[in-house]
């Protein structure tokens, strides 16, 4: 197994901050750390050559650098390709992840890289990239080393890796189905248990991280918007002609209101499996509040009305997907010279 | 959907059942409607009533609309 | 209230005449339950089919599932209010059909929409889908049905309802005077001699016709959250009636829940189970889902409970409800553990929960929902040549999501599914 070792300036030996502009640069062998490396890869596998480049470089302009490093890499024609450890360093945690992502994505060759789990460029990489966790900092260094050579020969010899707590890599965003000796049940009884008990536990469910959007400033001044209404309560007009799905809908769709004043019952149906649709049937106005809407605009309390709705159905959405249609909704909102919504949310 | 359309830069009034669900998740103009079945709506009421209930509710989401916020608020119908 | 459940394993049936148990082979007489089953008009046709775990057989419109259960010679009879008065059960003997299930394989007469629309579980006898299908593991008699004079859904669904307990009944008396492969005893009346109290929080779907649980004989979308004694799930007080996809709790999994057999195995050594809090979900909105959280919360102070085990049946916006549920038991001082499905999406790289709260920090998996599934086509079907909600030939290859399975949220449970980071 022919293994490739990237490093930054510092490990290789070069020199610290002040050659953070060392160019990319290819050394034969083993370097730095990856001595250590090679002695725990043993038989299964040889560090043919290590490619360092400077940290400001690779970190600031890496549009400029990872090409050349991707260039000097390929020239050893690795089985595996291994960068750091970076431990908590920024930009040399950039590095390490940028070449390590563009070796699997031009090349096809599989790569890890190594760094403290709160590395800013774990957040950023952990989805493309097999990222080993380590301590902070150097003083990690041989248990980092140890992991790294255990998941290269891994990845060397094309093995599919485990779950990420398995194998000992930073979860990389799937969570796939696995099957366990005990029930759903008897796991939760072990987690009550070991909490009561006072003793340490791991939730099997990570709980998720909300982001915060910032939100859009205000309309100025409501008499002069244009409003659009969106709903995604699956309000879809009688015989749902698109065949909007009424469970994790796959679409978006806008229809044009006709100029009504008042949405009419029998005009409209109601594609959404969660919830009793016999109100929004009856008066499909409680589902997207049109009546309403012209009145207000008859009134001037609003400046216009797009004279269509958007709907989709918000039943079991999957979150991803609901997000794009949002974006492409958001598109079309753009082309029709929109400036605010109204949502109605399910 | 709301977060996704304010990420686009469209000041949104979200009407839901669930304010405190919206707020979890970090819509940031969160209008307080009916029930889930029928958010816009309250079949309780006269027609006449729930018409203009629903014409306070739109009011109460312009009123969001117009109205500066620095993260996630609840917006309630003034009655 | 003690109560020792004889179980009757069964490992193949047969139709055939006369009915009997012999020894894990259940002979079924057709005519004997057709006539059970027809004895009700608004039923017009009922037609037998059985399948084995292992054989290539998919079935459709499936509802509820049943595993028998009768108290011989008892004053009080397993599923209570519908077989017999609703009187306490969980006390004397039951016997069960262990590893059998009749189950309703019908449409609807009348249409209906939205949440009341029957929505398409497969049960999935064999194959990749099997694992996570329920009544793959057991041997089942289908109850293949045709309306009758029925005024509306409900009233069918009532007649379907009666008609299947009907015939389990009748199945599990055959054992009558038959000595049993096994008896279990069930006893949580005595002091708990300084062991942790637990409860068990069971959050079943109530919300109307198609989607709800009976209990004692009525449904329970009204009900505040009430206490069992734990023995009272084991005789069939609680019946499902949820009709939902993957999401639901066949019957069978209400008496035999894997919550309650997971606390009755360390009851009177490592802990006390105290009792079992049942509660409905999908409350309509945040003022009745706050009041049930709380109710539940103070029926735990009130059973002195140091921890409460939470699992909850179906999905979408019930996931607040049972949050808000576990937030309430927190803040109670009640720590709480909790079992959860995730979604995820088909790569398993979306959120996995819907809706959370901080509190909720003891969770176990049982696994992810909307993963895909590539079904084979199969030999038999039972329940229609076409799925009931699009259409597809149900002999045919199938590509589906896990939850279009019937029952899989239990059945992943049961089983030990877990998801895990990749």
Known sequence: MRVVHYLNQFFAGVGGEERADTPPTSRPGAVGPGLALQRLLGEDGEIVGTVLCGDGLVGDRPDAVVPDIVVLIEALAPDVVIAGPAFNAGRYGLGCARVCAAVSARLGIPALAAMAPDNAAVELHRREIVIVPTTATAIGMPDALAAMARLARRLGRGEPLGPAAVEGYVPRGRRMNAWAPASASARALALLEARLRGEPFTTEVPLPRYDRVAPPPPVADPARMRLALVTECGLVPAGNPDRLEWVRASKWLRYGLGGVDDLARGDYEVAHGGYDAAFGVEDPDRLLPVDAVRELARRGEIGEVLDAYYVTCGNHGVLGQMATHAREIAADLRRQHVDSVLLVAT | ?79 | ?422
């Open chain 3, 1 to 422: 209230m003690h109560l020792e459940v004889a179980a009757f394993p069964v490992h193949h049936a047969r139709l055939g005449a006369p009915a009997a148990y012999d020894a894990g082979l259940l002979t079924i007489d057709p005519d004997r339950v057709r006539r059970l089953v027809l004895d009700d008009p608004r039923i017009a046709d009922a037609q037998l089919e059985l399948a084995h775990p292992g054989e290539s057989v998919r079935v459709q419109r499936a509802l509820d599932a049943i595993e028998p259960l009768h108290k011989p010679g008892a004053t009080v009879s397993a599923f209570p209010g519908f077989l017999g008065p609703p009187r306490t059960v969980g006390h004397g003997l039951t016997h069960r059909l262990a590893g059998f299930t009749v189950v309703q394989v019908t449409e609807f007469p009348f249409p209906a929409s939205g949440v009341q629309a029957f929505e398409e579980g497969v049960i999935e006898m064999s194959g990749p889908g099997a694992a996570y299908s329920g009544c793959a593991d057991r041997v089942n008699l289908f109850l293949v049905l045709t309306p009758g004079r029925a005024a509306s859904n409900v009233d069918y669904d009532d007649a379907v309802r009666r008609a299947a307990l009907r015939v389990a009944d009748h199945l599990a008396a055959l054992t009558v005077g038959q000595a049993p492969e096994a008896v279990e005893v069930f006893d949580h009346s005595g002091a708990d001699g300084g062991r942790r109290r637990i409860v068990w929080v069971h959050q079943v779907r109530a919300q109307g016709p198609m989607v709800q649980s009976f209990l004692y004989g009525h449904e329970i979308s009204g009900m505040v959250p009430t206490v069992l004694d734990p023995n009272e799930l084991l005789d069939g007080a609680l019946v499902g009636a949820n009709y939902k996809t993957g999401s639901k709790t066949p019957t069978y999994v209400h008496t035999r829940h894997p919550s309650l057999l997971a606390l009755a195995a360390r009851h009177g050594r490592e802990l006390h189970l105290a009792g079992v809090i049942v509660a409905r979900g999908h409350h309509e909105n945040e003022f009745l889902k706050e009041r049930s959280a709380h109710f539940v919360a103070k029926l735990a102070t009130l059973l002195r409970a140091d921890g409460a085990l939470c699992t909850y049946e179906a999905t979408g916006n019930t996931h607040i409800d049972f949050m808000l549920t576990v937030q309430a038991l927190e803040r109670a001082g009640i720590p709480a553990a909790s079992v959860v499905h995730e979604y995820g999406g088909p790569l398993g790289d979306d959120p996995p929960l819907v809706d959370f709260v901080p509190e909720a920090i003891a969770l176990a998996s049982s696994g992810g929902i909307d993963r895909r599934l590539s079904l084979p086509a199969v030999e038999r079907v039972i329940g229609g040549e076409r799925l009931a909600h699009r259409g597809e030939p149900a002999r045919d290859p199938l590509d589906l999501p896990i939850q279009e399975l019937f029952a899989a949220t239990a059945t992943m449970n049961e089983r030990g599914a877990i998801a895990v980071d990749f």
């Open chain 2, 1 to 79: 959907m709301a977060k996704e359309l304010e990420r686009s830069g469209f000041p949104t009034a979200t009407v839901t059942s669930l304010a405190a669900v919206a707020v979890k998740v970090g819509a940031n103009r969160i209008v307080c409607g009916d029930r889930f079945s029928h958010p816009c709506g309250r079949p309780g009421l006269p027609p006449a009533e729930e018409r203009a209930w629903r014409v306070e509710l739109v009011r109460t989401a312009l009123r969001a609309l117009a109205t500066h916020v620095d993260g996630p608020t609840v917006f309630e119908l003034r009655s």
